[in-house]
């Protein structure tokens, strides 16, 4: 006879969650640690009283924003290598749809988070319910739909046996390193409070092994034979590095062949800055070292890297007649981009095994010195581009990032998304560890940046975390910094206040559109700007949410300030208002933006010959 015990719907599913976990290697992690919510109808009566009830078993985050907690749940996965996340539960309706755009950055990402949106009647006694979609022509509709494009698994719990099914192939996702982003569990809000006799065995521990498969054989000798035969060999390390937490394979690998390792804005830490074959960043916002030898690269060994227009320029960077690619990726989708040869394998199985393969192999002693003056000579460029001259001047942005830089030492995290902060942080960051340089360049989301640190923060306690924001996208969301004070949170919120919108304000001007619609100032009758800026008071906003602010004027209050925030105890801001004027280096390499092929204005018509220019050097690798 089966063993049976009796629970609603959610407290079944949340006892669920508490007992699954990973392991990789031996060491063990739960999978689900925790459960961000916002109550409402939908959710507040089942979940809601199903985490109340196991609160135990179940830590309890309270959100003020539901995409903001996905951000915070998937910020917690990609700094625990994928092998932990949290769930993030809402009412229906309104609730439910926020959750679209955290569940396309997880997606995109392919990092894990798992969705509980409240859903309508599954009886339909209350039809329609509050905030239902009504469709005439699919009744079994909702705006829960919504979530599944962006969704690597979907299912609607109608009825309480068919969560016993569902869970395991949501956990089943959740946990593989190829299949796995947004998982979404709808729960219409009857079924939540429905009662169930659940086998036992559903709700025993659980373990799901995540496994580290090497390359096979023959693929392994073509990528070997691929290496040996090319002269200038160029590595492109991406964000599946940090999920295989395969730092260590690819220091050894690169001291063992000598190939220089470029990273992509995830894969950047994957080396330290200061190892010798450490390039930097590629692509259109990388280093010029980076991104020159990738034009001269007659192969190009990607791994764990998806290779995004960004990465290749938009087909333009690697530019060698005869240039080939290698693909060590787990995901076989992945591993064949760009006509690779593909070795398909977790990316530490696969450099250790490529390693081996190539044993006694190295890269011709004259370009190691090539590539390594041209490292010396591109931080010759960060130390100017950080170094301030008049410490009572107001500082520039790349000069932020060196006050930043000077302050923090290996245990810092530093969160950034979107804006001109990625950019510079790509070129200009010297990271010191592995999980330094925490990046969301996927979907480069506004307003991820600040949730994103409190995942962080929940995933490593004992790290001093940054949010790196602009100001536009702090006015995206800074709804979690009451959640920060709320939990105890000491994140540190750096907020670089340049009034307008500065990275997409100069896209706008190279595309001939003259940064209209992306300044903070009054508007005039044409539309133009005039006077002064906005009498905005970011700094102001900060405290009234309960940080403590410290405001900075000139590089010397800067330095002062972030000392001091760093040693706080408390969710702290440093509100800095930067010199337009950029010292940064520029982009060291094109991004395909489509310029209007028609126009009268002649920013435009001079933006469309530049642009098909550029187009020109485009090309397909077959």
């Known amino acids: 006879m089966t063993l049976t015990r009796r629970l609603t719907v959610a407290q ?3 006892r669920f969650l508490a007992a699954q976990h990973t392991e990789r290697d031996g060491v063990r992690h739960r999978l689900v640690g925790a459960t961000w919510g916002i109550f409402g109808h939908g959710n507040v009566a089942g979940i809601g009283q199903a985490l109340l009830e196991h609160r135990r078993a179940m830590p309890f985050l309270q959100g003020r924003n539901e995409q903001a907690m996905v951000h915070a749940a998937v910020g917690h996965a990609r700094h625990s290598a994928r092998l932990r996340t ?39 006694v209350a039809d329609p319910v509050l905030q239902q979609l009504e469709v005439p022509y699919a009744g079994e509709v909702s705006v829960n739909d919504t979530l599944r494009p962006v969704s690597r698994y979907f299912d609607r719990i109608a009825r309480p046996e068919a969560l016993i099914p569902a869970a395991l192939q949501a956990v089943r996702v959740l946990a593989d390193p190829v299949e796995t982003g947004a998982v979404t ?24 092994p995540v496994r580290r498969p090497p390359p096979e054989p023959e693929a392994l000798a073509e990528a070997a ?28 690998f690169a001291d063992a062949t000598g190939i220089p390792v470029a990273c992509t804005q995830s894969g950047k830490g994957s080396l330290r800055h200061d190892h010798p074959a450490d390039v930097g960043g590629i692509g259109h916002t990388g280093t010029a070292t980076a991104d020159d030898l990738a034009r001269t690269a007659d192969l190009v060994l990607g791994v764990g890297t998806r290779l995004t227009d960004f990465t290749t320029a938009s087909g333009t960077l690697f530019a060698h007649p005869e240039v080939r690619f290698v693909g060590l990726n787990i995901a076989p989708s992945d591993a064949h981009k760009q006509a690779a040869t593909a070795l398909v394998a977790d990316a530490r199985a696969g450099l250790d095994a490529l390693r081996q393969a190539l044993a006694g192999h190295r890269v011709e002693p004259g370009y190691a010195d090539e590539y390594r003056e041209a490292k010396a000579r591109w931080e010759r460029r960060v130390d100017a581009a950080y170094a301030a001259a008049d410490a009572a001047a107001r500082p520039t942005q790349s000069q932020v990032l060196g006050a930043l830089d000077a302050v923090v030492d290996d245990t810092d995290v530093i969160v950034a998304a979107s804006g001109s902060l990625p950019g510079d942080l790509h070129k200009l960051w010297r990271a010191r560890s592995p999980r330094q340089y925490h990046l969301e360049y996927g979907y480069s989301c506004m307003g991820y940046e600040i949730p994103g640190a409190l995942g962080v923060r929940l995933a490593a306690p ?5 949010a790196l924001v602009g100001d536009g996208a702090y006015l995206m969301m800074p709804t979690e910094l009451v959640t920060a004070v709320q939990e105890g949170l000491n994140i540190n919120l750096l907020l670089v206040q340049n009034h307008g919108y500065a990275s ?26 005039t006077g002064d800026p906005l009498p905005v008071d970011l700094a102001a906003n900060a405290a009234s949410l309960g940080l403590d602010v410290i405001r900075a004027g000139t590089v010397a209050d800067l330095r002062a300030a972030l000392a001091e925030a760093r040693a706080s105890t408390r969710p702290t801001c440093v509100h800095v208002e930067t010199d337009p004027r950029s010292t940064a280096p520029g982009a060291q390499a094109w991004w395909d933006v489509p310029v209007a092929a028609v126009a009268t204005r002649e920013a435009a018509l001079r933006a469309r010959a530049d642009y098909l220019g550029e187009a020109a050097a485009r090309r397909p690798h077959l």
Do not use: C, K, M
């Open 225 to 252: 034979r691929a290496v040996r035969r090319a002269r200038r060999p160029l590595l492109v390390a991406g964000g599946g590095v940090h999920h295989s937490e395969a730092e260590d394979a690819l220091r050894a």
């Open 185 to 208: 569990l709808a729960l219409p809000q009857d079924v939540q409070a429905e009662a169930f006799d659940w086998p036992v065995d559903f709700l025993v521990e659980r373990v799901w």
């Open 504 to 529: 997409i304000g100069g896209l706008s001007e190279a595309t001939g559109a003259e940064r209209f619609g992306t300044d903070y100032r009054y508007r005039d009758a044409e539309g133009g700007y």
């Open 12 to 14: 079944a599913l949340v």
């Open 86 to 124: 949290q769930a993030v539960t809402t009412s229906i309706g309104p609730g439910a749809t926020n959750l679209v755009t955290g569940a396309a950055l997880a997606t995109v990402n392919r990092l894990p988070v798992l969705l509980l949106p409240g859903d309508t009647f599954a009886t339909r």
């Open 462 to 466: 004992g790290a001093p975390v940054w």
